[in-house]
Every structure is written in structure tokens, then in C-alpha cells.
């Protein structure tokens, strides 16, 4: 690691790149604690400062991904859904709502997430479902992620939780928490798709700042995913906006890119209630059961927007407006609550 710091940490005007060989290996000096802990904050800090480059950003990442449990769903298809790991803290999210509509439509979806992640230390999928009483299977460590493919072939969705997969990731949480700062692993963490399709895997991520779509959509394509829709969301979430244009990029298996937006226009009108009630645990529990049992809200536009758009991004319909309507369909027959509820399966 000493010799890394004395490439990545010098300064603007002196710091090297690392190729992506290197970078595989200072990954894994860091999720194996072999490096100190001052040593690995300041490579993380070095890192950001520095900016990453492309192949050090994939190097990166074949580290973490060897350092996971990743296994493959006995189903052709899976479509995950990637939220930051740092959470949420100004509006709403609703990434498990629209993972229970796409498998109730037929489309597997997984959800993947952490307890709490610093610096941001926002709510995240965990916290939000352990408050309203869903039992997540959490703990079993690679036994979870098991049977977290076989929920996602008899129930259509299914969550892994960041300890079972990447402990050794989650382990350097009390280190993030020191640096202050959000690192390059707040970008790759939560690409990692634990639960893959047995012949394709969608990923479905977000972004915010300018660059970073061409990062997440360059780094999917390296590593085999079928395809991926970014959105420019809320918080670099899922989430298109509720009521006006969100910007989306998706790469398709034939390696195109396109850019368009995600418009509100295709929704009909709707009786809304506004999405700036405080952003407890509760308080977006209760707006999740209140989309699922089919209420007109904004949070009902943000799911019906994003099931139309991936369902259009899938080739499943011809255009976005379409998809919504399935969504809307879903939400009101119940059946996008029916497939939520099985997301409560304690751990054996």
C-alpha cells in the first residue's frame, strides 16, 4: 500500500494513475485489512481527490466483485435495481414499491442495500422495511444470498443485504465514517448485483453529477451486463421526478447509448399530495402502503414513471406511456402489494 500512496497521493500536479492490475490490488489490500486504517482512508481520500480513471474504476470494481458472493437465479432474466447505499434524506424514495410492480408483471427484480453508510447516513431500503416490520432475511451471511435467488424465482422480488454479500465492504464503514467524504466505492458499491439473471441482468442505477453516467454505463458494458438505464433522479436515486422531466441514459446488449427523458406528460392527471412531509422511516413506510394499495399520489406517479420506462428500456412495450398504465393496473389490482408483502421471509 506504501508504494500505492506514493503514486496516488502526492498531490495534483504529481499523482500517477494506477493501471487496472494495480488498482485490483490495492481493492483488495484495503477489504482485507492488510494495509492499516490510516493507510487505507488516505488512499480512499487520495483516490477522490486524484479522480479515478477508467481502468482504475474497473480494477476497483474486479476486486469487489471478487470479493462478494455473487451467484446466478435460476430465471432467464433479472432487472436490479441500484440505490446509493448512503441512502436517502430530503424526499422519499420508492425503489421496493417498484420492485414489487415489475414482479408482479412477471420481471424478477432485486433490491440490495446496507443498514446505514456514511458520510451521508441517510434512510435506505433496510432501514425503511425493518421499521414497518418486514423481516428481512440478514445475517446468514452467503446463505441469505441463496435463498435470496430462489425468492426472486418463486416471488418475483427479493433483497440481499451488503453484510451477507460483501462483509468485508460493509467492514469499512467505520472507516468512511472518518474520511467524511463520499469515496469511489459510493459509486461501485452498489453495482455490484449480488443475484444475477441466469442469462441477462438489467441494471437499473442513477446519477448526478455530469460524467458519472458515461462512468456507470462504460464500467456495466465491460462486465457483461445485458443493459442499463441510468436515471438523473432525486439524491442519484432510481426515482425519476414526479412532476417534471428526468434526463436517462441506457445502453442496450447491442453496446448503444442513448440519452432521452422520462416525461410526467404520459401519466393522466392526478388528485397529488406533495412529497415534503419529514423524511422519517415511518413517514415514507406509510407512503409506500399508501401507493401499493393503489392511491393517487406523487409517490404514485414516481413508481408508474419508472416501471414504464424500464418496461419500455426492456422492449416489453412500445413506449413509456404504456408501461405506466401496466403499472397502474398492477397498483390498483393489488397485486404489486401481494408480491411487496413476501419481501417479509425471516431468516430460517
Same mark, same amino acid.
Given at each position: 500500500?506504501?508504494? %500505492? &500512496? ?5 498531490? =495534483? ?46 480494477? %476497483? ?61 441517510? &434512510? ?9 416490520? *418486514? ?29 451477507? %454479500? ?18 469511489? &466505492? ?7 448485483? =449480488? ?29 457483461? %451486463?445485458?443493459?442499463? &438505464? ?53 413517514? *415514507? ?64
Amino acid at each position: 500500500m506504501r508504494e %500505492f &500512496l506514493k503514486q496516488v497521493a502526492v498531490g =495534483p500536479a504529481g499523482s500517477r494513475d494506477l493501471s487496472a492490475e494495480q488498482a485490483t490490488e490495492a481493492m483488495a489490500i484495503c477489504l482485507s485489512r492488510s494495509a492499516t486504517d490510516v493507510q487505507i482512508g488516505v488512499f480512499l481520500i487520495a483516490q477522490r481527490m486524484k479522480r479515478e480513471t477508467t481502468d482504475e474504476n474497473q480494477g %476497483f470494481y474486479r476486486a469487489l466483485v471478487d470479493a462478494s458472493t455473487v451467484v446466478s437465479a435460476e430465471c432467464d432474466q433479472v432487472i436490479t435495481l441500484c440505490d446509493p447505499y448512503d441512502g436517502f434524506d430530503r424526499v422519499p424514495h420508492y425503489a421496493p414499491v417498484v420492485a414489487a410492480t415489475l414482479g408482479a408483471l412477471g420481471h424478477p427484480c432485486l433490491l440490495h442495500s446496507s443498514r446505514i453508510m456514511p458520510p451521508k447516513n441517510g &434512510l435506505t431500503a433496510r432501514v425503511v422495511l425493518s421499521t414497518m416490520g *418486514v423481516a428481512l432475511d440478514i445475517g446468514g451471511g452467503e446463505d441469505s444470498v441463496h435463498r435470496a435467488a430462489e425468492r426472486l424465482v418463486n416471488e418475483g422480488i427479493a433483497y440481499v443485504d451488503l453484510e451477507d %454479500f460483501c462483509p468485508r465492504l460493509a467492514a469499512l464503514s467505520t472507516i468512511r465514517a472518518e474520511i467524511a467524504k463520499r469515496p469511489f &466505492l459510493s459509486t461501485l458499491e452498489k453495482l455490484i448485483v =449480488p443475484v444475477r439473471g441466469r442469462n441477462e441482468t438489467h441494471v437499473i442505477a442513477g446519477w448526478v453529477h455530469k460524467g458519472y453516467e458515461e462512468l456507470i454505463t462504460e464500467l456495466l458494458g465491460r462486465n457483461g %451486463f445485458a443493459s442499463c &438505464l441510468l436515471f438523473k433522479g432525486r439524491e442519484g436515486h432510481t426515482d425519476p421526478h414526479p412532476h417534471r422531466e428526468t434526463a436517462f441514459v441506457s445502453r442496450v446488449a447491442t453496446g448503444s447509448v442513448k440519452s432521452g427523458v422520462v416525461d410526467p406528460a404520459v401519466l393522466e392527471q392526478d388528485a397529488l399530495e406533495g412529497d415534503g412531509a419529514a423524511v422519517t422511516a415511518d413517514a *415514507v413506510g406509510n407512503k409506500w402502503r399508501e401507493v401499493l394499495a393503489g392511491v393517487d399520489t406523487a409517490g404514485s406517479r414516481t413508481v408508474r414513471l419508472s416501471v414504464g420506462a424500464i418496461l419500455h428500456h426492456l422492449g416489453v412495450v412500445d413506449d413509456a406511456k404504456a408501461g405506466s398504465a401496466l403499472a397502474t393496473q398492477t397498483l390498483r389490482s393489488g397485486e404489486a402489494s401481494r408480491v411487496f408483502d413476501t419481501l417479509h421471509c425471516a431468516r430460517p
